[in-house]
C-alpha cells in the first residue's frame, strides 16, 4: 500500500507557466488538502476537499485551483506560477472530514518559481 | 485567523527530557495534534488530544488543558533520531488543522 503519492518530488518552474502538483491517495480516504510550507511560517492550507465532488478554500488560496473528480485524486494547479509561490507542497488525507480523524501527508514537492 | 505558538528552537541532551510548549486561540476547538517531521520529509503523526488531560505514548507524552488554550509535547530517553521539527495543530470549529510554525529539536550526544 502506497498511502499517498505525490509527483513531481521537484520542479523549476519559470514565472507565468502553468503547473499541475498531481496528489493520489489509495486508502479511500474521503477528505483531502493541499497545503504549502515555507519557513518560518509552518503549513499553511490552500484548498481542501471533504469528499469527492467538493472542494472548498483555505487559508491561502490565491493563485491556485483544485478539483475532486474522484476520491483518489485531488490535483492542485497554478494557473500562472509567480516567484511567492516558490515553496514546498504538501498533499494530505483523512478518512471524514468533520470527525476526529487523523490527516496523513504526503512525501511533498518542492517547487522553484524564477 | 488562528494563532498557535510555539518555541522556534529547543536543545537537549541524548538520554534527557524535552518538553515543547504549545498556546493557541482558535475560532472552536475540535482537538489538538502533534506531528514530526525529519528535515526534507512528510510531518508524521504522533499524538491527538481532544480532552483535558494527558495522553502517553512509549516515549512521547502529550497534555492538554482547554482552558487554558495550552498543550505541551514530552519526548524521554531522548535519542538522536528524534532530532526533527515538532508542529503543533489545532482543529478549529469547522474542522480545519492550523499549525504552528513548528520546534526545531536538536538532540546532541
Known amino acids: 500500500i502506497a498511502g499517498i503519492t505525490q509527483a513531481p518530488t521537484s520542479q523549476i518552474l519559470a514565472a507565468g507557466r502553468r503547473m499541475t502538483l498531481r496528489c493520489t491517495q489509495d486508502?479511500?480516504?474521503?477528505?483531502m488538502y493541499w497545503y504549502r510550507q515555507d519557513l518560518g511560517l509552518g503549513l499553511r492550507l490552500i484548498h481542501y476537499?471533504?469528499?469527492?465532488?467538493?472542494?472548498g478554500k483555505g487559508e491561502v488560496p490565491d493563485g491556485y485551483s483544485v478539483s475532486r473528480a474522484n476520491t483518489d485524486d485531488f490535483p492542485l494547479t497554478l494557473a500562472s506560477a509567480v516567484p511567492s509561490q516558490t515553496s514546498v507542497y504538501f498533499c494530505?488525507?483523512?478518512?471524514?472530514?468533520?470527525?476526529?480523524?487523523?490527516?496523513?501527508f504526503g512525501p511533498g514537492t518542492r517547487l522553484t518559481v524564477l | 485567523g488562528q494563532n498557535i505558538d510555539q518555541p522556534t528552537e529547543m536543545t537537549a541532551t541524548e538520554g534527557a527530557i524535552v518538553q515543547i510548549n504549545c498556546t493557541y486561540q482558535?475560532?472552536?476547538?475540535?482537538?489538538l495534534f502533534w506531528y514530526q517531521q525529519h528535515a526534507g520529509v512528510a510531518p508524521k503523526f504522533m499524538s491527538y488530544?481532544?480532552?483535558?488531560g494527558l495522553e502517553e505514548n512509549g516515549r512521547f507524552s502529550s497534555f492538554l488543558s482547554r482552558s487554558k488554550g495550552y498543550s505541551y509535547l514530552l519526548l524521554k530517553e531522548l535519542q538522536m533520531k528524534d532530532s526533527a521539527s515538532y508542529l503543533c495543530?489545532?482543529?478549529?470549529?469547522?474542522?480545519?488543522?492550523?499549525f504552528g510554525a513548528g520546534t526545531t529539536v536538536t538532540v546532541r550526544a
Open positions: 495543530a489545532v482543529r478549529d470549529g469547522d474542522y480545519k488543522l492550523s
Open positions: 488530544n481532544v480532552l483535558d
Open positions: 494530505a488525507s483523512s478518512d471524514a472530514a468533520g470527525t476526529t480523524d487523523t490527516q496523513y
Open positions: 486508502m479511500r480516504h474521503n477528505a
Open positions: 482558535t475560532s472552536g476547538f475540535n482537538g
Open positions: 476537499s471533504n469528499t469527492a465532488g467538493t472542494t
